[in-house]
């Protein structure tokens, strides 16, 4: 239909004078790629309004549904104009030959319909060169709200990293917190879900977990359920509401040092009785761990000193095998009280043996 030239001029003439609160609305839509859905235009005014316009670019995973586009019980004898540009802009010009006002101050004025045949996303709404014009030819609208198009799939989340604590950690705590990168999902109204899995099998033929975590990262609140000295391996999975998942990209393991001693169960012969090993962090902020090693059965003593000579803790341990220990210090006094920052000697001692190493603690 053609549209006569003084009714489109009358569209686009600016304000002269200020109105009230007369809105355009484009509310958001969602679907699942193939359906039809239908999309509203609406409309709050304070001031009587007979006609309006806009241009709306449409996102390349939708199709308009030629002919689909009506008025509302809203309208009062208009006509209504609905044509697709090139470039796929949909153009809507609505007037009334009498300058009859739409009904109503609130609600939907027209409808038309789209079909989805994209991949899954969010997409932009916008409308363009709206007007929304009175009886006097006077553009009297003062905002519009645009919408999104939600595009949902199916689709599986995506693979994901693990993060913390990392493949073959030795944890000094029982307080884990177990991260990993958050999953990406191209179905924008999805709602994901993570469930932790552990197993002390390295081929998973028995394990444990926990569903149902909204977020990614998980801290077991009081002691773990993973045994003391022994390999844990652990992995997670997402899940979309629609059920379709993915794991994690790693599988990794660590270790959960409960006990202030922890024996590795290796030894060779060799004519030394005693070896100082690693100490490791160090320096070191929260707790360390002191490595050394027997070459025979005997009792051991560890001891650490300030720099004045002081005593400030000592660990005994009677009639160890033969084997490579690890030692965890956290960084406290006999009293159990934590030691300021500073240097600090650690000495080993077994027998006539005596060896010495500094230990640095930063808090």
Known sequence: MKIPANIFILFCLIPLFSYGQNIIILPDVSGFSGDTVEIAIEVENANPFVGFQFDLPLPNSVDYLPNSASLTSRANGHILTAMLLAGDT?????????????????????????????????????????????????????????????????????????????????????????DWSDALDLDPLDTLEYTFYWTMDSIWADFDSIPNIPQSNYCFSGIPPFPANQTVWWKVKVTDCY???????????????????????????????????????????SSTIIAYELYQTA??????????????????????????????????????????????????????????????HIK
């Open 90 to 178: 949909l153009r809507v010009i609505c007037y009334s030959m009498n300058l009859l006002p739409f009904s109503g101050s609130s609600g939907a004025v027209m409808n038309w319909r789209i079909i989805l045949a994209g991949p899954p996303g969010q997409y932009p709404l916008d409308l363009n060169n709206a007007v929304l014009a009175d009886g006097n030819s006077q553009n009297i609208l003062t905002a519009v709200e645009n919408g999104q198009l939600y595009l949902i799939g199916p689709i599986a989340p995506e693979s994901f990293d693990l993060l913390y604590p990392q493949e073959g950690a030795i944890i000094l705590d029982t307080a884990i917190t177990f």
């Open 243 to 285: 059920g379709l998942g993915n794991y994690s990209a790693q599988i990794w393991s660590f270790t959960l040092m409960s006990n202030e001693i922890y024996r590795l169960n290796r030894s060779r012969q060799t004519p030394v009785i005693c070896e100082f090993g690693e100490i490791f962090p160090n320096p070191f902020n």
């Open 299 to 360: 009792g051991v003593t560890l001891r650490i000193y300030d720099l004045q000579g002081r005593l400030v803790r000592d660990f005994v341990f009677y009639d160890q095998d033969a084997d490579i220990y690890q030692l965890l210090w956290r960084g406290d006094d006999q009293s159990g009280f934590q030691v300021c920052s500073g240097i600090y000697v650690c000495e080993l001692s077994f027998g006539n043996f005596r060896q010495s190493k500094i230990i640095i």
